[in-house]
Structure formats: structure tokens, C-alpha cells
């Protein structure tokens, strides 16, 4: 089945400096990626996704790219500001012939100091 | 309109007793799926229901079943608990399970 690997677990970063996440997949029929943020506490919402016909996506501060080829999409956040430290997790969709399901990474602690 | 609601909040159990977890999820969403949240283990996927039927399913032992009712919401059911089964269970809902997914609040299940 699929699986997302996500790296790296824990990030650390002064504010104003960008912060990057990785993450691969292992099913090439996977064609959604999206990107989540969980604050401490509060369940996960949605911060930006892609599609795999989309190599590139941008929401102000925050981008994601997709390499298909290589199976990997990346989360970009730039201008890093306290309020973004959170958990964030990737995740992909398992395509199968009944239907879709996301499979998510690990997570990655995103720590922001001022 | 209304989110995703998951009920109870909290669970205290005792090990080999069971439980059932129940997700309603946002209107007019027909999937739902569950995840188990373990620190240092992430969003760990348990299944994945639509229209009544288990589409996907995760590698968690039969311990661990679901359903899904015809207005879509969803139940869990873990039996014969063990005390590793201690995590915060997440549902989450989404048109058709390749679009945008809308979590609960989650329901904390300890078991001792």
C-alpha cells in the first residue's frame, strides 16, 4: 500500500527564516497531495494542497511543490512567524479501483523562535 | 454549516473491555475515515468508509472494525482493549475521499 515518508521530524528556525518539509511517496498513481497544520490541542486543517497535473502552488507565505517523477512534494514557508509553529503533515491519496483515502507522514514539528 | 463532530471527547477504559467511537461528519460529505494519533507516530490510518461500504483499510488488527449508516455517520469499534490501543482518534470528512478533508475534534481514549 502507499506509504509517505516525511522528514524532517522536528525543525527549528529563528523568525523570518523560511522552513522546508519533505516528503515521498511511494504509489505512482497517488494524485493528491495535501498539507496539513495541527495546532497544540486543535485537530488538523488544511493549509494548502496540489494536484499532480500542478507542479507548483503558492498561498501567500506558504508554496508546495510536486516532482512526480521522483515522487516527492516539499512544503515551503517564508517570512516564518511564531504563530507558524505547529505540526504539519503531509499526506497522499491511495487510488485505488473502489475509491480514494489520504495516507499521511509522521509529522514534523515546526518550532519558531522570536 | 456544521463540522465534522465526534462523540465521546473522552474515553477511560479498562484493558479487554470495548468501545464505540461515533463521527457525524460535515453534510453532504459521503466519506469518512479514521485515524489513529500516537505521538511520534503521526496520523495513522485505520479505514476509510463511502456510502455505507469499506473502501480502504489500513493495517491495524480485526480488532478495530468501523461502519458507516446511510445518513453517513460513522462509528468505530475497538475490542478487547489493550493498553497500546491509548491514543486520540481522529475522524475526518470529505466529499469523496480525494478532496479536501475536514477533521474532528478527535475523542481521547485511555485505557488502563
Known amino acids: 500500500g502507499e506509504n509517505v515518508e516525511q522528514h524532517p521530524s522536528t525543525l527549528s528556525v529563528q523568525e523570518g527564516d523560511s522552513a522546508v518539509i519533505k516528503c515521498t511517496y511511494s504509489?505512482?498513481?497517488?494524485?493528491?497531495f495535501p498539507w496539513y497544520k495541527q495546532e497544540l490541542g486543535k485537530r488538523p486543517q488544511l493549509i494548502i494542497d496540489?494536484?499532480?497535473?500542478?507542479g507548483e502552488k503558492k498561498d501567500q507565505r506558504i508554496a508546495v511543490t510536486l516532482n512526480k517523477t521522483a515522487k516527492h512534494f516539499s512544503l515551503h514557508i517564508t517570512e516564518t512567524q511564531p504563530e507558524d509553529s505547529a505540526v504539519y503533515f503531509c499526506?497522499?491519496?491511495?487510488?485505488?479501483?473502489?475509491?480514494?483515502?489520504?495516507?499521511f507522514g509522521k509529522g514534523t514539528t515546526l518550532s519558531v523562535s522570536s | 454549516k456544521a463540522g465534522v463532530t465526534q462523540t465521546p471527547r473522552y474515553l477511560i477504559k479498562t484493558r479487554g473491555q470495548q468501545v464505540t467511537l461515533s463521527c457525524s461528519p460535515i453534510?453532504?460529505?459521503?466519506?469518512v475515515s479514521w485515524y489513529q494519533q500516537t505521538p511520534g507516530q503521526g496520523l495513522q490510518f485505520l479505514f476509510e468508509?463511502?456510502?455505507?461500504?469499506?473502501?480502504n483499510k489500513g493495517n491495524f488488527p480485526g480488532r478495530f472494525s468501523g461502519r458507516q449508516f446511510s445518513n453517513s455517520r460513522s462509528e468505530m469499534n475497538v475490542s478487547t482493549l489493550e493498553l497500546g490501543d491509548s491514543a486520540l482518534y481522529l475522524c475526518?470528512?470529505?466529499?469523496?475521499?480525494?478532496?479536501?478533508?475536514?477533521f474532528g475534534q478527535g475523542t481521547r481514549l485511555t485505557v488502563v
Open positions: 468508509y463511502f456510502s455505507e461500504t469499506q473502501r
Open positions: 496540489i494536484r499532480s497535473n500542478v
Open positions: 499526506a497522499a491519496s491511495i487510488p485505488n479501483q473502489a475509491g480514494t483515502a489520504l495516507i
Open positions: 504509489d505512482s498513481a497517488s494524485n493528491y
Open positions: 453534510s453532504g460529505h459521503r466519506s
Open positions: 475526518a470528512s470529505s466529499f469523496n475521499g480525494n478532496t479536501e478533508a475536514f
